[in-house]
């Protein structure tokens, strides 16, 4: 089975960094996407990582490390529309996505 | 990027009745479509996996003589809930997978209220 774990809540001040860890236990490994869901919207891509290492785009980086089964979301100076939900999702062998419960984060004032 | 399309955006119906959604890469062909349920305040929970031309895989747990899945084209895939009960209302959610990327991209989803 799968198992993805993030955590539920966070909480920043705008213009503040907040990293979402993402650890997770698949059956076979095709990469791992980060997305954001805004409240009864479909979610949007921020990022694809297949391979270990850091990839940054713009306020956004995500980084994977494969042998530890660890993702994370890096958000940047943070702005008041940046709260959502951010799900980690693992492409299995099969290709699938398996989503991880998701992070709520909430940007305050 | 790629868009998918979903329609329609919201439905009311009453209990017992059938509703039909669709879900269509607009863009680009989409080999394979995934059916996912989110209900509030949960993550998104694959339904199941249709490929163009074949049987729908359904995720354990998922009825299928309920949740009925057509895939007839490279750019449509269509869900039915069939006698549909309160407690299939949800926000539904397609994708398309094209090729050769594993990206998969989101349609805007569905709110279906069953009274």
């Known amino acids: 089975g799968q198992n993805i774990d993030q955590p539920t809540e966070m909480t920043a001040t705008e213009g503040a960094i907040v990293q979402i860890n993402c650890t997770y236990q698949?059956?076979?490994?095709?990469?791992l996407f980060w997305y954001q869901q805004h409240a009864g919207e479909a979610p949007t891509f921020l990022s694809y990582n297949v391979l270990d290492g850091l990839e940054e785009k713009g306020r956004f980086s995500s980084f994977l490390s494969r042998s530890k089964g660890y993702s994370y979301l890096l958000l940047k100076e943070l702005q008041m529309k940046d709260s959502a939900s951010y799900l980690c999702?693992?492409?299995?062998?099969?290709?699938?996505?398996?989503f991880g419960a998701g992070t709520t984060v909430t940007v305050r004032a | 990027g790629a868009v998918v399309s979903q329609h329609p955006s919201r439905v009311i119906c009453k209990s017992g009745t059938s509703v039909k959604i669709e879900c269509r890469s607009l863009?680009?062909?989409?080999?394979?479509m995934f059916w996912y349920r989110q209900f509030p305040k949960q993550s998104l929970m694959l339904m199941a996996t249709?490929?163009?031309?074949?049987?729908?895989?359904?995720e354990q747990g998922v009825e299928k003589d309920k949740f009925l899945i057509n895939h007839a084209s490279l750019t449509l895939s269509t869900l039915t809930v069939t006698s549909a009960h309160p407690e299939d209302s949800s926000f539904y959610i397609c994708?398309?997978?094209?090729?050769?990327?594993?990206?998969?991209?989101f349609g805007p989803g569905t709110r279906l209220t069953v009274l």
């Open positions: 999702a693992v492409v299995s062998d099969d290709y699938k996505l398996s």
């Open positions: 698949t059956s076979g490994f095709n990469g």
């Open positions: 863009d680009f062909q989409a080999t394979t």
């Open positions: 994708s398309a997978r094209g090729v050769p990327d594993n990206e998969q991209f």
């Open positions: 249709s490929n163009e031309g074949s049987k729908a895989t359904y």
